[in-house]
């Protein structure tokens, strides 16, 4: 269990160090060619690394001088050092160029892991936000 934890934390790790740098490779790389993402913005589904990239590139690509910092909390994991399940609350928060915090959202995230070439990627990405009842409009701060 102690080589999953280690794989777990190095896949969480290069995601928010990627993101935070804008680096589309470092994070893409953490991804299976055949990845499919069901992300919670715009898109029903990202079917294989190619089409996630797209997105990828278009959300990075959209921040300007900004950054995004990403926080994964209330992180469970299980599975073998081969296939692998995680889930976690995921805050994703826009800082300035100085690195003054502008505003924030939280996602709901899975992750199915599987390794290949000796490496643990990310086989599925699944994101989403609760709805409202009373107003449809997402809820992006865990309460």
Known sequence: MAELDTSITRIIDTYC???LAKNVE????IYEPGVRVFDAWGIWCHDGAEAWRVAVEGWLGSLGAEKVRVQFDEVHSFGTADTAVLNAIVTYAAVSATGEALR?????LTWGLRTRGHVLRIAHEHTSAPIGFEDMKAILVKP
């Open 104 to 108: 924030s959202m939280q996602n709901r």
């Open 17 to 19: 160090s990627a993101v």
């Open 26 to 29: 470092t994070l893409m790389h």
